[in-house]
């Protein structure tokens, strides 16, 4: 991989389709041997029904924090945390990594480290 041609930056709302369709493929890679294809294929049929409310839910403000890993102008990669956890095992004073997915052709890359360092500034 050509480190020159990676850039981790904000979410904005036009990554939305984008966004959806890495981790359905990232989430095809890893349980492809555990669910049937029809599970597979619900997830990509609800897409553009996510795309629809992408920015009430995955945004940076002062509580969420949402980044995307580009290579070559391709998303590759996603992350996503907020500051006060809504898990109610944990106190409102833990921060919460709700989502990390790294295309698996990049994995190994050194992607999902720089997404837990952004995480955790």
């Known amino acids: 991989m050509d480190r020159k041609l990676l850039k981790i930056r904000k979410v904005k709302p036009e990554d939305a389709k984008n966004w959806f369709i890495l981790v359905n493929k990232v989430w095809r890679d890893a349980y492809n041997h555990i669910f049937p ?5 619900e997830k990509d049929n609800r ?9 009430d839910n995955i945004k940076n403000d002062n509580k969420n924090i949402a980044y995307v ?53």
């Not at 294809?37 to 294929?41: G, L, R, T």
């Not at 897409?47 to 920015?55: A, C, L, P, S």
């Open 69 to 121: 890993a580009e290579y070559n102008n391709e998303i590759i990669g996603i992350m996503r945390g907020c500051i006060n956890s809504s898990y109610e095992h944990f106190n409102s004073d833990y921060a919460d990594l709700i989502a990390l997915y790294v295309d698996p052709k990049f994995q190994g890359c050194g992607i999902g480290s720089s997404f837990k360092n952004i995480f955790e500034q």
């Open 47 to 55: 897409v553009d029904e996510k795309v629809k409310t992408f920015t």
């Open 37 to 41: 294809k029809e599970v597979f294929i």
